[in-house]
């Protein structure tokens, strides 16, 4: 079983729909989170960065993050066709050589 | 400007050959890293220098040899290149080695073995 688990889509959806990706994970000494970005032949961008538990939000995108599941979330309100990418969530523990752990990343595809 | 650069972009060589991959950073990060994405888009840490020191090395083949002359560069030298070594690889960068830095990632360097 991998330390992060992502569904790999691809999820399609209508322009103007919300979208909710997730990822699952394993290890409970993860502390950081993040979401990252990745179009066709470019290198992964980060969108969101969380620590510990909550929520936050930035413009369209809402980062969840739900420690006592182990469970992480990404919504996209009124989503754009420039949306089309594929998402990476990513997370990381506290020690002094921390790594980052992805998920596999789920592809989107925003339709007009 | 470009805050994580890669040279070379796409990389096509033989079963067998030696390759560089070079990777730069102006971020005034002190901590660099090296990731392998396979086919499926999965992303994986090979290494990581903060300061010109190792501080991960993952199971990956020494066959892989990184080298960080400076905290803004981090090389990938590749001895004896195989198909299965056909991947895209990501330099990243982070302000420090602990994890509540971010990482930022370049744009990537195709590699194809024939």
């Known amino acids: 079983q991998k330390e992060v688990e992502q569904d790999p889509g691809p999820l399609s959806v209508p322009e103007g729909a919300i979208v909710s990706l997730n990822c699952t994970y394993s290890n409970s000494a993860f502390q950081y989170f993040m979401w990252y970005r990745q179009y066709s032949r470019k290198g992964p961008e980060l969108l969101m960065y969380t620590y510990s538990s909550g929520n936050k939000e930035d413009g369209r995108f809402t980062a969840q993050v739900d420690k006592s599941s182990k469970y992480i979330s990404l919504f996209i309100r009124d989503s754009q066709p420039s949306d089309s990418a594929t998402y990476l969530c990513?997370?990381?523990?506290?020690?002094?050589?921390?790594?980052?752990?992805f998920g596999t990343g789920t592809r989107l595809q925003v339709t007009l | 400007d470009t805050a994580v650069s890669q040279t070379p972009k796409y990389l096509v060589t033989q079963m067998g050959n030696d390759k560089s991959i070079k990777c730069e950073q102006n971020l005034g990060h002190d901590t660099m890293y090296w990731y392998k994405q396979d086919s499926k888009k999965f992303l994986k840490i090979m290494f990581s220098y903060n300061n010109k020191e190792l501080i991960i090395n993952e199971t990956v083949p020494n066959r892989f040899s990184p080298k960080s002359p400076d905290k803004a560069h981090l090389n990938l030298h590749i001895n004896s290149l195989e198909l299965g070594d056909s991947a895209v690889y990501f330099c990243a960068s982070s302000l420090g080695r602990t994890g509540q830095w971010t990482q930022y990632f370049g744009p990537g360097t195709r590699l194809t073995v024939l």
């Open positions: 990513a997370m990381k523990s506290t020690g002094t050589a921390s790594k980052l752990t």
